[in-house]
């Protein structure tokens, strides 16, 4: 007799922790071939607003981390998804319908991706800030600073290898993320999040909800303690991006504008994923004896 | 009062400036009628009507936005870098020929002291001209690409007029845009003379096109489709206005809005520099400034003494004719911003804080309001939450670093702040803490071409100035 598999409840992941959705929804997730593979969690506005205070808190320890201890958290997580690549292989494989093969390829590229964002921890300041030779006896010196809490509405398409190109950059510079998994495919994000937990990322620094970019993403685009929101998750819905846009307006977040259609996740990063998420801060003082 | 500090009369000569009795736009290289309205400008020290200037209209809008677009496609994008910067160092010189006659000109129509803006309005104006010439040609060197964006709609405030024009035209121009820039409706003089700067220097016609009006000919620039980039320094509301006109656009966006910067004085601070802080901070240009230090932060144990000090310094400010070479304090800009005064601090004393105002005789024509600190304010006031853009100080006092961070970050502007203290760590500490885009510490209000400026929160984003003020023209 053949034995009965012990089946994973995906749930969502808040704080630190997983607990279903306040509002008790769950949805269908159906595989590549449209077959059921689990209950998801849906999660609810108020979900999202749970997730913001969980982010704001984690905030002031997150962005004041030295970089270094940045670097090596985010290059953990690389590893623990190494550790556990079959496991991310096969999720990647049922939920976007594709063979063992290039679903093994798109968790090579997801880690990759990581240790490549891990790196800019304690680089980004050097490139992006310097000096500056002011017209009078003043030290005066600009550095680039994590903007806040930034939401991000992961890509549809690419359930791992997108998650982690709009995550990563959000972070490894020290600002916290609620993420909105793709809504179709969205339980390698839920695998990626108990990496998390198990890889030194504080609780709270990166919180993700499985569901709906159209219901959760308004309140998360209008909420006001929100400094900053990634629209790739609705790339390709016009008319929804320019919604969130106008809402985002009234605590003038900084936006990062859904493209006309996803963008093939492989090609090269370049900086526009960090620096979107970033401010600069410019320091006087005056020289003297 | 009479005192060894009593000033005779020491009046700035207005010889030097021919104001004309109407101005036209400034569109394609010449200045042109509008096709609608036209609306007066006045010198705020006396209510005197200086000029009738156009009111644009939606079609010279759609006019000025044409003859850019014309100017970038067959003219400005096709120039070498090398070729835009001497342009602009030309640009740069005749502003030091001809400073004398801008500073004055700035002061009348904008009621700020002649000595704000004959030493720094106007050098700095010629200053970030210089600046960004020379990144013309060395944009590869900047990191943000070597493409310009197109045509940028800008649009700027009436509390530095030259300045936030020469913020918005040097990188614009010198990243290879070309622009249409909108002047405030109380001060479009100095923007109109500018215009024939671009001429003595020959600018390609077009480059450059000036259209003044108020916020209806501002709002049909920013919404007009044929421009690439809006740029904006004004309040937070309008701010906001922009963000969503632009949403679903491909429109790049800065925006320099409000602030209520803290200006956080620590017990081991030397007191009477951080007077002098206090004062530079909140009523230089009559406080019409963004970055204002309008929430003086005094630690417990120094507060008296500190509010002694400041008073007995703030009775020796002279206020009054903004052409008088001793004036330390201006006219208030417009009848309408001095009523948003007033209404401010009558709410302030309304709300339960205390107020004190500098003893001065104030004219009695033009638009006036004394040096005033309000004591007593706690951070549910209005005033400790409203810009108020105005000579009006707010006084909060804390005891500990911690709590001078929590209340200097509670506010949704961020756009400067100041720390005065003898400690450097405790300088490094702090001004990491601070959520605000330029952090002064043991000075305040000082600004330079190489520096970039701009705000965190509400008030806004994007920097302007220095290699990272490039980035807003790139692409």
């Known amino acids: 007799m053949t034995r009965l598999d012990v089946r994973k409840t995906y749930k969502l992941y808040i704080d630190g922790a997983f607990p279903r959705s306040e509002s008790g929804h769950s949805y269908e997730v159906l595989d590549g071939k449209g077959r059921f593979v689990a209950n998801a969690a849906l999660a609810s506005r108020k979900d999202a607003?749970?997730?913001?205070?969980?982010?704001?808190?984690?905030?002031?320890?997150?962005?004041?981390?030295?970089?270094?201890?940045?670097?090596?958290?985010?290059?953990?997580?690389?590893?623990?998804?190494?550790?556990?690549?079959?496991?991310?292989?096969?999720?990647?494989?049922?939920?976007?319908?594709?063979?063992?093969?290039?679903?093994?390829?798109?968790?090579?590229?997801?880690?990759?991706?990581?240790?490549?964002?891990?790196?800019?921890?304690?680089?980004?300041?050097?490139?992006?800030?310097?000096?500056?030779?002011?017209?009078?006896?003043?030290?005066?010196?600009?550095?680039?600073?994590?903007?806040?809490?930034?939401?991000?509405?992961?890509?549809?398409?690419?359930?791992?290898?997108?998650?982690?190109?709009?995550?990563?950059?959000?972070?490894?510079?020290?600002?916290?993320?609620?993420?909105?998994?793709?809504?179709?495919?969205?339980?390698?994000?839920?695998?990626?999040?108990?990496?998390?937990?198990?890889s030194d990322v504080p609780g709270g620094v990166v919180n993700i909800l499985t569901g709906d970019a159209a219901t959760v993403g308004p309140w998360l685009a209008g909420h006001m303690d929100v400094n900053a929101i990634d629209l790739g998750g609705v790339a390709g819905r016009p008319a929804l991006a320019t919604e969130l846009e106008v809402a985002a307006a009234d605590n003038l977040k900084r936006v990062r504008r859904a493209p006309a259609a996803e963008p093939d996740w492989t090609d090269e990063p370049d900086l526009g994923a960090m620096t979107d998420f970033l401010e600069t801060k410019t320091v006087w003082h005056p020289i003297g004896l | 009062m009479s005192n060894v500090f009593e000033y005779a009369p020491a009046p700035e000569s207005r010889s030097i400036v021919e104001i004309k009795p109407s101005y036209g736009l400034f569109i394609g290289g010449e200045f042109v009628d509008g096709g609608g309205a036209s609306f007066k400008t006045v010198n705020p020290a006396t209510e005197e009507v200086l000029a009738e200037v156009a009111e644009g209209s939606s079609e010279d809008v759609d006019r000025a936005v044409k003859a850019a677009r014309r100017a970038y496609d067959k003219v400005w994008s096709k120039l070498s870098g090398a070729e835009r910067a001497k342009y602009l160092y030309r640009i740069a010189r005749i502003i030091q020929e001809r400073s004398r006659e801008l500073a004055v000109l700035e002061s009348i129509d904008n009621g700020k002291p002649i000595k704000e803006s004959r030493d720094v309005d106007v050098p700095l104006v010629a200053a970030y001209f210089f600046y960004y010439a020379g990144w013309a040609d060395k944009l590869e060197y900047a990191g943000f690409g070597t493409t310009p964006l197109g045509v940028a709609g800008q649009v700027i405030p009436w509390n530095f007029p030259l300045l936030m024009l020469a913020w918005k035209i040097a990188p614009a121009l010198a990243c290879g845009n070309t622009v249409v820039l909108k002047p405030a409706e109380t001060t479009p003089l100095t923007a109109l003379l500018f215009a024939e700067i671009c001429q003595q220097a020959?600018?390609?016609?077009?480059?450059?096109?000036?259209?003044?009006?108020?916020?209806?000919?501002?709002?049909?620039?920013?919404?007009?489709?044929?421009?690439?980039?809006?740029?904006?320094?004004?309040?937070?509301?309008?701010?906001?206005?922009?963000?969503?006109?632009?949403?679903?656009?491909?429109?790049?966006?800065?925006?320099?809005?409000?602030?209520?910067?803290?200006?956080?004085?620590?017990?081991?601070?030397?007191?009477?520099?951080?007077?002098?802080?206090?004062?530079?901070?909140?009523?230089?240009?009559?406080?019409?400034?963004?970055?204002?230090?309008?929430?003086?932060?005094?630690?417990?144990?120094?507060?008296?003494?500190?509010?002694?000090?400041?008073?007995?310094?703030?009775?020796?400010?002279?206020?009054?004719?903004?052409?008088?070479?001793?004036?330390?304090?201006?006219?208030?800009?417009?009848?309408?911003?001095?009523?948003?005064?007033?209404?401010?601090?009558?709410?302030?004393?309304?709300?339960?804080?205390?107020?004190?105002?500098?003893?001065?005789?104030?004219?009695?024509?033009?638009?006036?309001?004394?040096?005033?600190?309000?004591?007593?304010?706690?951070?549910?006031?209005?005033?400790?939450?409203?810009?108020?853009?105005?000579?009006?100080?707010?006084?909060?006092?804390?005891?500990?670093?911690?709590?001078?961070?929590?209340?200097?970050?509670?506010?949704?502007?961020?756009?400067?702040?100041?720390?005065?203290?003898?400690?450097?760590?405790?300088?490094?500490?702090?001004?990491?803490?601070?959520?605000?885009?330029?952090?002064?510490?043991?000075?305040?209000?000082?600004?330079?071409?190489?520096?970039?400026?701009?705000?965190?929160?509400?008030?806004?984003?994007?920097?302007?100035?220095?290699?990272?003020?490039?980035?807003?023209?790139?692409?």
């Open chain 1, 49 to 198: 607003r749970d997730a913001v205070v969980a982010a704001r808190k984690a905030f002031g320890g997150w962005s004041g981390r030295t970089a270094y201890n940045r670097a090596q958290i985010l290059y953990r997580v690389a590893e623990i998804m190494e550790d556990r690549r079959p496991q991310f292989v096969d999720a990647v494989a049922r939920a976007e319908g594709i063979g063992d093969g290039p679903a093994g390829k798109v968790v090579d590229a997801s880690i990759d991706r990581l240790v490549w964002y891990a790196g800019w921890a304690d680089k980004i300041t050097q490139v992006l800030g310097n000096a500056n030779p002011v017209a009078g006896p003043f030290f005066n010196l600009s550095t680039p600073e994590p903007t806040g809490v930034v939401a991000v509405l992961a890509p549809q398409g690419s359930s791992l290898l997108g998650l982690v190109s709009t995550v990563a950059p959000v972070i490894v510079t020290g600002n916290t993320a609620v993420v909105v998994s793709s809504y179709a495919r969205p339980l390698p994000a839920v695998t990626f999040s108990e990496v998390l937990a198990t």
């Open chain 2, 202 to 475: 020959d600018l390609p016609p077009g480059v450059v096109n000036i259209v003044t009006g108020a916020g209806a000919t501002g709002q049909a620039l920013v919404e007009h489709e044929g421009i690439d980039k809006v740029a904006f320094t004004g309040s937070t509301a309008v701010g906001k206005a922009i963000a969503r006109s632009v949403a679903g656009t491909r429109k790049r966006v800065t925006l320099e809005l409000g602030g209520k910067a803290a200006n956080i004085v620590f017990d081991d601070a030397p007191i009477d520099q951080a007077v002098e802080g206090i004062v530079n901070g909140i009523f230089f240009n009559q406080g019409h400034v963004c970055c204002a230090g309008s929430r003086l932060l005094v630690q417990e144990s120094v507060a008296e003494d500190v509010l002694e000090r400041l008073k007995r310094r703030m009775a020796t400010l002279r206020v009054g004719d903004p052409l008088d070479k001793n004036t330390d304090v201006g006219a208030i800009n417009s009848a309408a911003q001095l009523a948003r005064i007033r209404e401010l601090s009558s709410v302030g004393e309304a709300e339960g804080a205390e107020a004190w105002s500098a003893p001065c005789d104030l004219p009695s024509t033009g638009f006036w309001f004394a040096p005033t600190v309000f004591t007593g304010v706690t951070q549910a006031h209005r005033i400790a939450r409203e810009e108020i853009f105005g000579p009006v100080l707010s006084v909060l006092t804390f005891r500990t670093p911690a709590e001078a961070v929590e209340k200097a970050n509670n506010t949704p502007f961020g756009l400067s702040a100041g720390v005065w203290t003898d400690k450097g760590s405790r300088i490094l500490k702090i001004a990491d803490k601070l959520r605000a885009g330029v952090v002064w510490a043991n000075t305040f209000n000082k600004f330079d071409p190489t520096s970039p400026f701009g705000g965190y929160k509400e008030s806004g984003y994007g920097r302007e100035g220095g290699r990272h003020g490039l980035e807003a023209y790139l692409r």
